[in-house]
């Protein structure tokens, strides 16, 4: 079993920059890795995915450019650096483990998910 800790998240002016982290157990290269998203009174949303073998990395739409995700092997992290944060980014953060990812897009895809960290953007 796998189990993800989120950290970084906070209150952050718009137009700054915040790093999030996920701290991962178990074997973390046998894992696609992503983040996702969730607003009050919204769905779930995929922001970005770095896959196990290629570490090829997706990301929406609305993040790319600003935001950039990452591994850290040795010390079994995940994380995301958000550059040019905007209102609309405000959400609780989760990292994700998937053991065999399709599209990769969906959360029903992943297998294990962290409690979330609160990203507030202030305007």
């Known amino acids: 079993q796998v189990q993800l800790v989120e950290s970084g998240g906070g209150l952050v002016q718009a137009g700054g920059s915040l790093r999030l982290s996920c701290a991962v157990s178990g074997l973390f290269s046998s894992y696609s890795m992503a983040w996702f998203r969730q607003a009050p009174g919204k769905e779930r949303e995929f922001v970005a995915v770095?896959?196990?073998?290629?570490?090829?990395?997706t990301y929406a739409d609305s993040v790319k450019g600003r935001f950039t995700i990452s591994k850290d092997n040795a010390k079994n992290t995940l994380y995301l650096q958000m550059n040019s944060l905007e209102p609309e980014d405000t959400a609780v953060y989760y990292c994700?483990?998937?053991?065999?990812?399709?599209?990769?897009?969906?959360?029903?895809?992943?297998?294990?998910w962290g409690p979330g960290t609160q990203v507030t953007v202030s305007s």
């Open positions: 770095i896959r196990r073998s290629s570490g090829t990395t």
């Open positions: 994700a483990a998937s053991r065999v990812l399709l599209e990769g897009l969906r959360p029903r895809e992943y297998d294990y």
